[in-house]
């Protein structure tokens, strides 16, 4: 993106226009829903069919929770019953194998003692039979206390038989609720029965503020869609933005670099220059072309050198000031190669009247010096002359400062080659972060 390029800001009125629309859509079925809920107060239950189908619910809600508990509770009872069969089940095991094939039970047992000892009481049996059905007896005693045992087991088993069928009548509990709840399932089934018309209208009414709600739902999506896309179009918009600001901020950082840079090589080339340059050079030359003018028998040598830096010697102020005295012009080399004007006589004041050269001569009494002389010797701090007899007096000072100039111009030109290489030395070295800081900015983007 070139920086500068004009960025269109994301325009809202289309976004609040489609707003505007979604919102009338959108309480439009507001509207439609209302009137289903008025429509749903008309069609209602009779408020006594309503509190007893009420009533009923409520009933079944208790004994779904009766139920709920008693599942538990009928899951131990299981649990314990089947503890109790398992225990039964051993001590039957334990019955039959102490049991005897001929004798079921004790009292048979004792049944055969004693039939067998009223055979011995009669006296009528040999003594072999006697001592066999002694011996029997015997037997007979010991298994009668076998049978002792069997007896606890007998009674054991019974006890838990007992038990489990007490444990199965707690279960008929369950029944009962079950045939409550069957009941009041039946009688509100009844009464929905008896009311089947009006649900089915408020079904219907149901079903259309279902699909307003889905309506809405679609509408209010739409809404969310054009904020968002609106937002998404103005976060961009900022960003780029942002990334003009940017590039604005760094093209004006680059230009003030390159501003600075030119500056800081412009003091380098001038301050080169100045270190090139002989020193005194512009006084020197300066001094040689006063006293040239002030005195034209003076020889004036050659310019020392062209100085990087004088002030000039403006050669049309001076011939305009000399041709006011209506004179010719000779041409004077400068320092900078211009030309200075020595006023000379024309011959045209040889033919003027003697009144003229009257007051010529009075004229010349006074000093006629050129502005740009005058702004030489200010600029060497000597006085300009206001007279032809003051005109020797700046001829020496001119001679004294031209010596001057001349037996220090090896120390000045040392310390001006001093000063120009340290100067040059940070000039250089500011030129240097000057060029890293544009090389960090990298180059200007399209």
């Known amino acids: 993106m070139s920086t500068g390029k004009f960025i269109k800001r994301p325009d809202s009125s289309v976004r609040d226009e489609k707003l505007k629309k979604l919102d009338k859509l959108i309480a439009a079925k507001d509207a439609e ?4 809920d008025n429509e749903l107060k008309k069609i209602v239950v009779p408020q ?6 009420k009533e009923l619910i409520s009933k079944l809600t208790e004994l779904r929770e009766k139920q709920a508990n008693f599942k538990g509770k009928r899951n131990t009872v299981f649990a314990q019953i089947k503890e109790i069969e398992n225990q039964i089940r051993k001590n039957i095991a334990e019955i039959q194998k102490s049991s005897h094939k001929q004798f079921k039970t004790a009292q048979d047992v004792d049944n055969r003692v004693k039939e067998l000892e009223d055979l011995i009481g009669t006296g009528e049996l040999r003594i072999l039979e006697e001592r066999k059905y002694a011996k029997e007896i015997s037997d007979l005693h010991k298994l009668r206390r076998d049978f002792g045992g069997v007896e606890k087991l007998q009674e054991l088993v019974d006890n838990d038989k007992a038990q489990i069928e007490s444990l199965k009548k707690s279960l008929d509990f369950g029944k009962e609720l079950r045939d409550e709840y069957d009941a009041i399932q039946k009688e509100l089934d009844e009464i929905n029965a008896q009311n089947k018309t009006i649900n089915e209208k408020r079904d219907v009414l149901y ?9 809405k739902n679609e509408l209010y999506g739409e809404a969310r869609k054009a904020r968002d896309d ?31 840079v030119a500056e800081i ?20 030359d300066s001094i040689h072309s006063v006293i040239f ?12 050198s062209k100085p990087s830096v004088a002030v000039p010697w403006n050669t049309s102020n001076a011939s305009s000031s000399l041709n006011k005295k209506r004179t010719i012009n000779r041409q004077i080399g400068t320092p900078n190669g211009e030309v200075l004007h020595k006023p000379e006589e024309t011959k045209d004041t040889k033919s003027s009247t003697a009144s003229k050269k009257t007051a010529s001569r009075k004229a010349n009494d006074k000093a006629f010096i050129n502005p740009e002389v005058i702004t030489r010797l200010a600029d060497l701090k000597i006085s ?7 005109t020797s007096g700046t001829l020496e000072s001119l001679k004294e400062k031209l010596a001057y100039f001349e037996e220090n111009r090896e120390a000045e030109a040392e310390r001006i080659k001093q000063a120009s290489e340290a100067a040059l030395e940070k000039l250089n070295s500011e030129l240097a972060e000057l060029e890293a800081k544009l090389s960090e900015l990298g180059p200007l983007t399209e």
């Open 33 to 36: 829903n209302k009137a289903l």
């Open 48 to 53: 006594k069919v309503a509190e007893k189908r």
């Open 207 to 215: 079903k259309q503020k279902k699909e307003i709600y889905a309506a």
């Open 230 to 260: 609106y937002e998404k179009e103005f976060q961009k918009f900022k960003n780029l933005m942002e990334q003009q600001k940017l590039e604005q901020a760094q093209m004006e950082e680059r230009t003030q670099l390159n501003k600075q």
């Open 265 to 284: 090589k412009k003091s380098i080339q001038a301050e080169q220059a100045r270190k090139d340059s002989p020193a005194f050079a512009y006084e020197i």
């Open 293 to 304: 003018v002030l005195d034209p028998s003076y020889v004036k040598p050659q310019p020392i």
């Open 384 to 390: 300009q002359p206001t007279s032809n007899e003051e």
